[in-house]
């Protein structure tokens, strides 16, 4: 009865040394975060987009590539703007980005804001967040996403006053992915 109970110890040491092994290895994973929604902002109306990141390992400062998944052509990624190369924009964007309209603002070596200084219907789509990979293997989320639409369904007459809604609905989260 006594070897049968030690060999359990055993067992059960073995299994907290891999564990604990495993853990130490592993101690945590790359989370990418943005708020969550819905939001509803008036047509021409300015929207802060927030994202950070927790749990990376490699330099402190972290890059961040925005881009719009728009509402008429949803398979088609769009590039914003980047911390990483701030002049890196397609040119559905370009003219918003230089002249101001479209900006980033760092909040912190892990965090940014996507500033739109007024909303048109071209940004009606589904926005991402991206951090490029600083760790030494791929662990965790490095996307989030969020969902800004607007259904528009007539032109306002003189004597309306109500404004034109977009409505940010239904946040869509990436989907994790691991590389071992």
């Known amino acids: 009865m006594a070897a049968s109970e030690n060999s359990v110890k055993r067992r059960r040491a073995l299994a907290v040394i891999v564990f604990l092994s495993f853990w130490a290895l592993h101690p945590g994973q790359r989370v990418v975060k943005m708020q969550q929604g819905p939001l509803v902002r ?15 390992k ?3 400062r972290q890059d961040f590539q925005w881009s719009i998944y728009p509402l008429a052509l949803p398979a088609v990624e769009i590039h914003i703007v980047s911390t990483a190369d701030p002049h890196s924009t397609y040119a559905l964007y370009r003219s918003r980005v ?4 479209v900006y980033l603002e760092r909040t912190g070596p892990d965090s940014v804001l996507l500033h739109i200084g007024s909303l048109q219907l071209q940004d009606q789509g589904v926005y991402e967040c991206f951090t490029p990979s600083t760790d030494p293997e791929y662990h965790g989320t490095y996307s ?3 969902n800004l639409t607007g259904a528009i ?3 306002p007459q003189e004597h309306e006053s109500r404004p034109l809604m977009f409505n940010l ?6 989907s994790s992915f ?3």
């Open 144 to 146: 989030d996403k969020i």
């Open 153 to 155: 369904t007539h032109t």
């Open 58 to 60: 490699g330099r402190p």
């Open 178 to 180: 691991q590389f071992f």
């Open 98 to 101: 230089k002249n101001g309209d």
């Open 169 to 174: 609905i239904d946040c869509v989260k990436a």
């Open 42 to 56: 008036t047509q021409g109306s300015h929207i802060t987009l927030a994202c950070n990141v927790s749990g990376y």
